[in-house]
């Protein structure tokens, strides 16, 4: 009896333990992760594993990119673009080209102005710091016709057109140059020649220099098929001036065809040929013997 007293306080006991672990393991309690079923867990676990070696990937090429080109952080204020912080800098340049203005301008910039003034330990008022920084300053040793010099240099410079389109411009000269000085040929020889009247001479000459000015038309062409009006083959809206040519799928059909049968008869000529050649080579041969 006092066994299974024994038996059963140690089996309540137990209950008692279960039943506080199955307290503290409750599927509440459980993060959001764990309540998923299992094979969408390994699902999410294996794209986050991708999603890892494609970042992996990513930042392999992007170190092998970096080692090419290195990138340098914009340190340049918005005035270093100005044409005018420009023309003093080349105006500057341009006085240290010579040794003794070169040498000069280096004993001048050591002066009482070469230092920061107002710090970040120095406490003045803000409105004080900028009333000073204004005027606190030393006059470059240029003077203003030499920046306005080089100021109109840059304006040229940026006037100036592209090489590409400079070029292109030229190749456009030259060819109606050339077109201009081959209808002149022709117009002269068209002159000179007795046979023609003057009429048809001026007529021939008018056509000819009626060629320069002519543009080359737009040609657009109109697709229609069985119950549906004709629509632009690249689905853009015609221009006013372009010249719409009208045509259909049987006929892009017909003439495929047409192309094809006379390929095709002029196969079988030449294979016709050839046979009647073997013909004849073999008669001459049985003739021979």
């Known amino acids: 009896t006092a066994a299974k007293n024994g038996t059963g306080k140690n089996a309540k006991d137990g209950e008692d333990g279960d039943g506080k672990n199955g307290a503290a393991l409750r599927y509440a309690d459980l993060p959001d992760v764990l309540k998923l079923p299992y094979k969408v867990r390994m699902k999410l676990k294996k794209m986050t594993r991708d999603h890892r070696r494609r970042l992996a990937r990513e930042e392999h090429k992007r170190q092998e990119r970096d080692c090419l080109f290195e990138e340098v952080p914009e340190t340049l204020d918005a005035d270093s673009t100005d044409s005018e912080a420009i023309a003093e800098v080349q105006a500057l340049g341009a006085k240290m080209l010579q040794k003794k203005d070169r040498m000069q301008l280096i004993d001048d910039s050591y002066h009482r102005f070469a230092f920061d003034a107002f710090?970040?330990?120095?406490?003045?008022?803000?409105?004080?710091?900028?009333?000073?920084?204004?005027?606190?300053?030393?006059?470059?040793?240029?003077?203003?016709?030499?920046?306005?010099?080089?100021?109109?240099?840059?304006?040229?410079?940026?006037?100036?057109?592209?090489?590409?389109?400079?070029?292109?411009?030229?190749?456009?000269?030259?060819?109606?140059?050339?077109?201009?000085?081959?209808?002149?040929?022709?117009?002269?020889?068209?002159?000179?020649?007795?046979?023609?009247?003057?009429?048809?001479?001026?007529?021939?000459?008018?056509?000819?220099?009626?060629?320069?000015?002519?543009?080359?038309?737009?040609?657009?062409?109109?697709?229609?098929?069985?119950?549906?009006?004709?629509?632009?083959?690249?689905?853009?809206?015609?221009?006013?001036?372009?010249?719409?040519?009208?045509?259909?799928?049987?006929?892009?059909?017909?003439?495929?065809?047409?192309?094809?049968?006379?390929?095709?008869?002029?196969?079988?000529?030449?294979?016709?040929?050839?046979?009647?050649?073997?013909?004849?080579?073999?008669?001459?041969?049985?003739?021979?013997?």
């Open 119 to 289: 710090d970040d330990e120095c406490n003045v008022p803000q409105w004080f710091a900028d009333d000073e920084n204004a005027n606190y300053g030393v006059n470059l040793p240029v003077t203003k016709e030499e920046i306005r010099e080089h100021k109109e240099r840059l304006k040229a410079i940026n006037a100036r057109p592209i090489k590409k389109v400079a070029e292109a411009k030229a190749r456009k000269k030259l060819k109606a140059q050339r077109i201009w000085n081959k209808i002149k040929k022709q117009a002269t020889v068209i002159a000179d020649n007795n046979d023609l009247s003057e009429k048809s001479k001026i007529k021939q000459i008018e056509k000819l220099y009626g060629k320069l000015g002519k543009k080359k038309q737009n040609r657009v062409y109109m697709v229609g098929s069985a119950g549906r009006k004709h629509r632009p083959a690249d689905g853009k809206k015609p221009a006013k001036n372009a010249v719409k040519v009208y045509v259909d799928k049987r006929m892009k059909t017909d003439k495929r065809a047409i192309k094809f049968n006379n390929k095709r008869k002029l196969a079988g000529k030449i294979k016709k040929a050839a046979s009647s050649k073997r013909q004849k080579n073999a008669k001459n041969k049985r003739r021979n013997r």
